[in-house]
């Protein structure tokens, strides 16, 4: 789930890319959702404008929730936005006529992955707890879940990509998971893919290679590429078909078609959050490698 090189001391500004890996050939994608002037709840015909948060945008119009990552350039997802986004999934399945939540970001990147700063020390537990209680939420939901994703989906940006129902992704975006090359593994990536995606689902967690989107689609871990400039177009259709649909009829159906998939997930998610905590965070090797990864340096494995 990571995905982020961050400076030791001070943590940099919200907005800044000071000490962050830079990432090359990103395609951006448009801004969605409306901002609520008064900060507070803004009722207008046929929708609600939740009150926004620091780095994550929702808005609720005629039956489709939009939750945009606005943390730009990556989307880093730290702990304070990996809450913010599990209460505006929360909130949109909360509204009993929602019939889709897209899920897009503001930036060159979907999501970069998890903030390396929050992956060490006293916090890990902690982060993986937070991060590992929004999947559960974006599996639990039974709205029909969109990702949009116009630029790189990598580690922890990945695993929300995979947890969605329909993804829709432009020609230049890739999919990752990284996290073998600084020592460690996904939980969630390797809970969710073997099911997912079957054998085929090991290889990107034993490589770390970043997969084009037209690969990921062969993989199955996205539905539908299309060209940049046709991404919020594509998505806007898939989600105006889910609005035409009885939300009672929709939420069944998930629940129905996914009821073994939560059962798997939900127990191979304890047993890989527990195999990191216990086991992985307890060699030299993960250490090595993440403190590698911050400190700008090749790792000098010890195979233990």
Known sequence: MVWQRRKIGPAPDSRAAAGVLQLSHLTPIGREGVRSAGGGLC???GGLVVPEAAFVRLAIDHGIARIVLDRPPLNILTMAV???LEDAIRRAEAAPTTRAIVLSARGR???AGVDVGEHTGETAGQMLAAFHSLCRTLVSTDVPTVAAVGGPALGGGCELVALCDIVVAAEGATFGQPEIRV???PPAAAAAFPFLLGKAGLAPLLLGE?????????LGLVTTVVPPAELDAAVERVAQQLAGTSAA???LTKRAALAGFRRWFDDALTQAERIYLADLMATADAHEGLAA????RAPAW???
């Open 43 to 45: 009722n207008r015909p």
């Open 82 to 84: 990996m809450g913010e």
């Open 109 to 111: 990147a979907f999501s």
């Open 183 to 185: 020592g460690v593994f």
């Open 210 to 218: 970043p997969l084009p989107a037209a690969r990921a689609r062969e």
């Open 249 to 251: 009829v929709l939420r």
């Open 293 to 296: 990864f911050l400190e700008r």
């Open 302 to 304: 010890q195979h233990r």
